[in-house]
């Protein structure tokens, strides 16, 4: 894909995020001009407050929209909408959303983002990869036995780094505009051959238990999480992860002319960093 030579503000949403600091990382690298979209940032952004939106999107053109915690939640799809009438008024010219996979809230953004009458490219994803090194299933992993409502189901877990890089590319260049890209890796595992990849490349055991969904939010009560994560995760692994996203796709292929990165390269190099050793 061809570079553009105008290089616009970028606003990066959750731009602290799994795939946000990766995608700011990369655009600073290239010296484009970029936007932190967070509360910890200068101005700052909330999602619960729209007063914080305008002054965030002030000289902005582009716009990687994610949503924390996730676009399956009670209220994203208002917020969603309300952003991106927003966005559209204060000049932005181009969004890429970061979408889920197989979730009809996540669908429904899609569409108010296609009907917004500005560029889109919206980035449907699998099962992050980093989830086993950055989200809920590090600390098992360090201990050595997860336990998960996931059995038999296939999932095809896509890298964030590859993610950032078709963000990235959505951003900065021309020939992205209207496309979705279906993001997944190259191949289709389980959960416990997922932890199977992982215990091979640390080299030490770790045991995997499949576990009922009652049982796993049951856990997840015991050490205190929040119930509205549990309500997420709950979602996620009975609604989304019943086997409707047991495919591949060739959404990294068509945008960056290459194939994704493979699950157990990803574990390779994580395990490399001992975050996995860690107690």
Not at 57 to 76: C, F, I, N, Q
Request: proline share 4%; net charge negative.
């Amino acid at each position: 894909m061809k570079a553009t030579t105008n290089q616009a503000k970028v606003l990066i949403l959750g731009g602290t995020g799994k795939t946000g600091r990766r995608i700011a990382q990369l655009l600073s690298e290239k010296e484009w001009p970029v936007q932190i979209g967070s509360r910890s940032a200068d101005p700052g952004f909330d999602w619960e407050n729209p007063a914080t939106w305008e002054l965030v999107l002030k000289g902005t053109e582009a716009v990687y929209l994610s949503y924390y915690p996730d676009l399956a939640v009670p209220g994203a799809v208002d917020a969603i909408n309300t952003f991106t009438r927003t966005a559209v008024t204060c000049g932005v010219k181009k969004i890429v959303l970061l979408s889920g996979r197989g979730e009809k809230e996540a669908e429904a953004c899609e569409e108010i983002v296609m009907n917004s009458g500005i560029d889109w490219t919206i980035l449907r994803c699998a099962w992050f990869s980093q989830n086993f090194s950055e989200g809920y299933l590090l600390e098992p992993l360090q201990a050595g036995f997860v336990a998960l409502p996931a059995g038999a189901v296939v999932e095809p877990f896509i890298d964030a780094d590859d993610i950032a890089d078709v963000a990235v590319a959505a951003l900065t260049e021309e020939g992205h505009a209207g496309q979705l890209y279906e993001l997944t890796g190259p191949r289709l595992l389980t959960f416990a051959e997922a932890v199977g990849e992982v215990a091979k490349a640390t080299g030490k055991p770790i045991q995997y238990q499949e576990v009922s969904l009652d049982e796993y939010k049951a856990m997840l009560q015991e050490y205190g999480i929040p119930d509205d994560y549990i309500w997420l995760v709950s979602y996620l692994f009975s609604e989304v992860l019943d086997g409707r996203n047991a495919h591949l796709s060739d959404g990294v292929q068509r945008a960056l002319n290459r194939a994704p990165r493979d699950f157990a390269d990803y574990a390779r190099e994580t395990a490399a960093t001992g975050i996995w050793n860690q107690q």
